[in-house]
């Protein structure tokens, strides 16, 4: 392996460490000075103050916040996530149940997305100033402009709501037939990829407008070759490094919006399942959904660094 490859790894991994080390601590600071606990959402705002205490001395809630974090964190170390402090299972089993919904889900999306947003991407670039570009980038502009929570919103209101095509909810455990996936994955997919496509489609634009109007394409245009060859030979293999991040930090944003999309249409996923842990105020298990999440987040940054650099010969062998 590359030694110049090696050692982005050996720091990207160093790195990665230190951030989900830092998320940690954020994420169990911020919820920490949220109002009530885990004891006060399950008894309600009527529990006595005895019940109160005698449930947090239950749950392990009279214990001091620091003390909690480093119990949990040793834990972590040691390959041990906890448990629900709500249901008492383990964490580890919680987020099993839950993550390959989310994956699936990403999965498809990234599969529509896309082959979508880099068609559209490298066309608006190729015809640059034609109608087609014009009217990808004013759509393209328009849509991430557009929260991800209104997009969904707005899909409810005219396949659920007027149109009565499609569910509100996704119901992903009843699936029996090709028919009910599809049923159950368009509305979340098709809300997801309308942000993520627009945002590809940009970004994948300006990195081969970039290569176009670099020198060495004005010297093969000028060579006589042919606008295809041009584009297919010599400005695409060297716009993947840019394109691969395009891609990375689309998906990326993937992670995110997955939060808002899953607790509209209550699909089943780790982000769901993060969500209500936060309304529970249930910490060991919206702690380790925080971090999965930010793991995925640095897997696809440091995915992208390495496209950039295999794709570049000067970077590869600097």
Known sequence: MNHV???????????????????????????????????????????????????????GLNVPAPERYAKWLWGVVQGDLGRSIITQLPV??????????????????????????????ILSAVLRGSWLDRIASSLSVAVVSVPEF??????????????????????????????????????PVLSLCCVIVAQMMRMTRAAVIDQLEAPYIEMVRLKGASPLRMVLAHALPNAVGPIANAVALSLSYLLGGVIVIETIFNYPGIAKLMVDGVIQRDMPLVQTCAMIFCA??????????????????????R
């Open 296 to 317: 995925g987040y640095l897997l696809l940054v440091t995915l992208a660094d390495l496209c950039g650099i295999l794709a570049n010969p000067r970077l590869r062998h």
């Open 92 to 121: 580890a089993e919680l987020v099993a149940s839950r993550l390959p919904n989310s994956l699936q889900l990403a999965a498809v999306t990234a599969l529509f997305s896309v082959p979508i947003a880099l068609l559209f991407g």
């Open 150 to 187: 209104l997009v969904a919103t707005l899909a409810v209101l005219v396949f659920a709501v007027q149109l009565r095509w499609l569910p509100a909810l996704s119901y992903v455990n009843d699936i029996e037939s090709m028919g009910q996936m599809l049923r159950a994955y368009a509305m």
């Open 5 to 59: 490859i090696l050692s982005l790894l050996i720091k990207r991994v160093a790195l990665a460490c230190v951030s989900l080390l830092v998320v940690s601590a954020i994420v169990f600071s911020i919820t920490a000075v949220l109002p009530g606990d885990a004891a006060q959402e399950q008894l309600g705002q009527d529990a006595t103050p005895e019940a109160l205490a005698a449930l947090r001395a239950q749950m």
